[in-house]
């Protein structure tokens, strides 16, 4: 499934160890690859359950973080093609985008993060605008991406999108209170989310609370009401623009694109690719290189 590509970060050796027959230049990826034996023989050396250990950090462990990437890859470069001249390129050379961009490439590696891998990759192409919130708030909201379970940004999609057009009015329903709770469960129906769900993304700042009149009135009138103005930031900076939103670029035609097809397209080179495109740092790529089994 993944190709070993050209070799593309070297270190000069020879100074380091003056005194051993080494080749005047050692590819990162041999570094590594020393480095992952080490760290699979001490997992082997763990008494009973240490062959249990190497076989699932070998095997499943980094195959299925490494299908995680790919899948982020392809995603992140569809929505940074979507961006056109949106893209703020002094600043995706920062310290601080790629800061940003670390922290995203951690979430994406984790199991409890699969289902929003696609939301990670709008998040860290929108944080690339010219247009970007500002840095606490787009590191709040990558907090938020991490924290929130699927069903809780489900939830808050749906507020979004929501209508009053499908509500009818119960006969037992009659007071304001009533009415709101109504609609909100109608929007939520089918949902796995409980009280506890809701009561967190009430306290992230991303609803607004029913215990306020003022917001219950208005829920009443249209359930979008309960969705804090946060909320909505939020959902935009998680959300790949539509088609036709943004200008357009030819993916084929983007100088990314060009670069990587160049360096041989395979996925051993992916996180070199965009550790340099997006960010310029070959200490990120190496600490996220594939090892070799």
């Not at 000069?12 to 027959?21: K, N, Q, V």
């Not at 990437?69 to 601080?96: K, Y």
């Not at 998040?123 to 919130?133: G, K, Q």
């Not at 939830?155 to 709770?181: N, Y």
Request: glycine share 6%; net charge negative; with cysteine.
């Amino acid at each position: 499934m993944f190709s070993r590509g050209p070799r593309v970060h070297h270190v000069d050796m020879t100074e380091a160890h003056p005194g051993r027959s080494l080749p005047a230049r050692t590819t990162v990826d041999d570094v590594l690859d020393v480095a992952g034996a080490a760290a699979m023989g001490a997992l082997a050396s763990v008494p009973v359950i240490g062959p249990i250990l190497r076989e699932v950090v070998g095997t499943a462990w980094t195959e299925l973080r490494y299908e995680r990437v790919e899948r982020f890859a392809t995603q992140l470069g569809e929505d940074m093609a979507s961006l056109g001249d949106r893209i703020d390129h002094e600043f995706v050379c920062t310290a601080e985008f790629a800061a940003l961009t670390e922290q995203v490439l951690e979430s994406i590696l984790q199991r409890r993060n699969e289902e929003k891998i696609a939301a990670f990759a709008a998040a860290l192409a929108h944080a690339s605008t010219l247009d970007r919130p500002d840095e606490r708030e787009r590191l709040r909201c990558v907090d938020d991406l991490g924290a929130l379970r699927p069903a809780q940004i489900e939830v808050l999609s749906r507020l979004a999108a929501a209508g009053s057009a499908d509500w009818v009015r119960p006969s037992d329903v009659i007071t304001v209170g009533q009415v709101a709770q109504s609609k909100l469960n109608l929007v939520l129906k089918g949902l796995d989310v409980d009280r506890l769900d809701l009561d967190e993304l009430e306290r992230r700042g991303l609803t607004r609370s029913l215990s306020d009149t003022v917001t219950l009135l208005a829920v009443a009138n249209d359930v979008r009401a309960i969705l804090a103005p946060r909320g909505r930031s939020f959902l935009e900076f998680i959300t790949a623009k539509a088609a036709g939103t943004a200008p357009v670029v030819n993916p084929e035609d983007s100088p990314c694109r060009k670069t990587f097809s160049q360096e041989g397209g395979d996925l051993d080179n992916l996180v070199h690719f965009l550790a340099r495109s997006l960010i310029g740092s070959p200490t990120l790529s190496s600490r996220t290189h594939r090892p070799t089994r």
